[in-house]
């Protein structure tokens, strides 16, 4: 066995080296593609000669890049894991320091050691620290002592034979656009893998990786509520996501409760999102008038979303509990190619103006407020689109990238086009609402009492509602 607690003293400050991680795919969910790359080069790692008789060699060097917090270093890990090799990880900041010649030092000590334990695995996080393009600004400085550093890692990479101890080098960073162009060439780095955003069912295959250690009340209660979460949790690395039940399971043991619930997890959800948004508030904290109005909007936003229903993203859930000037609907994601038909355009108007109709037909024109304000604009800019960019209207097929291409003329007759299709919205919108009224009602009920509205409620009232006969309205 490796005796890798003796490794030098001067080394072992910047370098840590374990056995094995212990860690291994299984750990690492979502994006399979990426884990089955890897698996072919753990497969190579392993059986290094036999693959070698048949010509196929192990690359020197992998490349993550992506977000932070997308489980990089997780699969590198996993790698040296599944392998049972050792690992050396060092971040890419430690080999820029002060002293002239250090870099390229620690660099060499770094292979010199990995190699002596051959085979095995070099990890270098924050790559981009040291091999960032040579002679480009010189942030942080130390750029000569960077170069340096970087070119003994050129020549490292360089220096090892295929045939002799293989030593595979992992390098992370979430800044490829700056790394230095020689790093990438054949026999360096020459598998470079993305490591992006998980997908919905990414979130939730990582979000059941970390519940593995917490406690449901049961099986089924424990996933459909991290589905619920999967849906919420729109753009959150795999970091965060670990860090939701993490918190979950806090709070559910300052609560002295056995088993973490809804409650908390939704709680978790919202702190997690409240350290990198802002302007959050409390539920508390709104005031009882504004959380009617808020009620009112988020409940004709759901009513005329059922209207007009959108096959591409449909609607999640709603609430009151934040306040800002766009609706708080929340809607899935959907990464394949919307089709969209001119209809689909019209219906994005009428949707957008939804805010602005329904606090004027309850609070009056001139009681409007902030919370509405955005609708005007965004429907505005939804027609614009329509008109200038689609060649689906009257004003001609011609594609306009902006306001500023069209010549006097032009310009007035999108003025006219454009006030036409937003008096058609909105009326289309107000016909939609007096219409629905009873659902509207109920759903502004059900959002006071509750604070939040999920779109199987919403889909349940809206096909109940009792409905009064809309007026015709003119195209
Ligand atoms: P990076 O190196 O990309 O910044 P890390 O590997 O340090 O990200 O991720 C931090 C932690 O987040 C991991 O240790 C792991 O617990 C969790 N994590 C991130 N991505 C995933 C994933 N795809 N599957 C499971 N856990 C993940």
């Known amino acids: ?3 890798l607690g003796s490794l030098g003293k001067s080394r072992a400050k910047f370098i840590s080296a374990e056995e094995t991680t212990g860690v291994t795919f ?33 690359p020197k060097g992998v490349l993550l890049h992506g977000p932070p917090g997308t489980g990089k270093t997780l699969l590198a890990k996993a790698i040296a894991g599944e392998a049972g090799l050792p690992f050396f990880a060092a971040n890419g900041t430690d080999f820029v320091e002060m002293f002239v010649g250090v870099a390229a030092s620690r660099v060499k000590d770094l292979f010199a050691n990995a190699r002596s334990y051959a085979p095995s695995i070099i990890f270098i996080d924050e790559i981009d620290a040291i091999g960032s393009k040579r002679g480009g600004p010189d942030i942080g400085g130390g750029g000569a002592e960077r170069e340096q550093g970087l070119l003994q890692i050129l020549t490292e990479m360089d220096g090892f034979k295929e045939s002799t101890a293989q030593v595979l080098v992992i390098g992370a960073t979430n800044r490829l656009d700056i790394l230095d162009p020689a790093l990438l060439r054949k026999g360096r780095f020459d598998k470079i893998i993305r490591v992006g955003l998980p997908s919905r069912d990414g979130r939730l295959a990582i979000l059941k990786v970390h519940a593995r250690n917490k406690f449901f009340r049961s099986d089924l209660e424990r996933d459909s509520l991290l589905q619920e979460i999967a849906d919420l949790a729109v753009d959150f690395t795999g970091a965060e996501l670990q860090n939701i039940l993490n918190e979950a399971g806090i709070l559910t043991a300052r609560k002295d409760k056995d088993f973490i619930e809804r409650e908390e997890l939704l709680e978790a959800l919202k702190r997690q999102k409240g350290t990198f948004e802002t302007g959050q508030e409390d539920s508390t904290t709104i005031p009882e008038d504004l959380k009617i109005r808020l009620a009112y909007r988020e409940a004709a936003v759901a009513v005329v979303a059922c209207y007009f229903p959108d096959p591409y993203r449909p609607f999640i859930q709603t609430d009151i509990s934040t306040i800002s000037s766009k609706p708080n609907m929340q809607y899935a994601e959907f990464s394949g190619k919307a089709f969209f038909r001119k209809s689909d355009y019209v219906n994005l108007i009428v949707k957008a103006c939804t805010p602005r109709v329904i606090e004027e037909e309850m609070f009056g024109i001139e009681n409007l407020s902030w919370i509405s304000a955005k609708a005007t604009s965004e429907a505005s800019r939804h027609a614009e689109f329509l008109i200038l960019q689609t060649g689906m209207t009257a004003f001609g097929k011609a594609y306009y990238r902006s306001l500023s291409d069209l010549v006097p003329n032009l310009a007035a007759k999108l003025e006219s086009l454009r006030s036409e299709y937003i008096r058609f919205a909105v009326e289309k919108c107000s016909s939609v609402l007096y219409e629905y009224h009873s659902a509207v009602e109920t759903i502004t009920d059900v959002l006071l009492e509750k604070g939040w509205i999920k779109a199987d409620e919403i889909w349940d009232i809206y096909r109940k509602a009792p409905r009064i006969p809309q007026k015709p309205v003119r195209p």
């Open 26 to 58: 299984d750990d690492f969910a979502g994006q399979e593609y990426i884990k089955r790359e890897l698996q072919e080069i753990v497969r190579i790692l392993k059986n290094d000669e036999e693959f070698q008789d048949k010509g196929i060699y192990c």
């Open 1 to 3: 066995r490796h005796a």
